[in-house]
């Protein structure tokens, strides 16, 4: 038989060669501390960190992508949504799908089906729309359209505002979609001008309450200014100023007061004017012309933000008037006393009055009732 082979000294300290049993100490060199000796020590518990809040889109620095597409005059705010949807929108390589994703044009890189976004010249237009004429993109009944009195060759352009079909006058066209945002948003008050032919003579009354505002139903409107600008045999023309534009607010606001509008045009947006333009006619808006439409869409957003409070609408009582008007209080006080007082407590005893045909009357002396049987 072959020898038996030794068995290898064991590398575990405390344990015999020969196998098996402890030799009574270890030689590890950590001691238990605590409550915890002889025992495992528990786990402690990991502390983890909550993921930071998503910061609101609205915080973030850049503009929305779809609206970068519309102002590059790519296609329309709905359409720039839909290409980023079906993932045909790139942004410095990576593909975007999320709408409201804020990118810098200026430093990043923007793709769309492959091509670069192009840069194209900011442009501006004055265009006086007649009657008859829609102010949208995309017309599917096939009317004339106000992007179709400017020539094709200047590229896309949208119009800043709308008139309705039946108005006329002055609207602006360019590819600026920050300016536009300006100009059309409540928040920086920029005034329109419109002069409104109606039915009738509106009065006093109907001109104080188109002042003072009235709640329709997206909310209360009121017109910055009305007067009377001019006065026919059945109609009037007035003259009203607006900051903000609602949906045929002119129209709405004058049929509350029962005065049909019979013809409406706008005749100035800011500090552009209409001017002698003919209808259907358009020109480009100068250097100088453009730098006032910024002006006063800055200004108009800062004079929003250090005075936030409305104006009040009733005009302050003077001293004078509250001085009458305690007055009148203690005047009405006295004769309300003096009525609630008995007819004969005035009287003297025994005295007598004559009546109106001249007769003598005595007054009795009015006393406790007697008591007795009922």
Known sequence: MPPRKAKKPSSRPGRSIAGGKSTGKKTSSKKPSGNHSGQARPNKPVKRRRPAAPQPASQLPGERLQKVLAAAGIAS???????????????????????????DRRQQEIFVDGEPLPRPKLVYF????????VCTARDPSGRPRIADLLPPDIGRVFNVGRLDMSSEGLILMTNDGELANQLTHPRHGVHKIYDVQVAGEPGPEALATLRKGMHLAEGFARPVDVRVKNRKKKSTILEMVLDEGRNREVRRLLARVGHKVQRLTRIAVGPVRLGEMPRGAYRQLTHEEVRKLKTAANEGSSEKKTDP???PTEKPVTAQQVAQQRKRKAAMSKSAASKSKPAGQSARKGSSS?????????????GPPKRGRR
């Open 77 to 103: 705010r709905r359409e720039a949504e839909a290409l980023i949807l079906e993932g045909r929108v790139e942004v410095d390589g990576q593909m975007v799908t999320e709408l409201g994703t804020r990118v």
């Open 126 to 133: 004055a265009v006086n729309k007649p009657e008859g004429v």
């Open 309 to 311: 409070t409305p104006e």
């Open 354 to 366: 004559r009546s109106p045909a001249g007769k003598k009357t005595s007054i009795k002396k009015l």
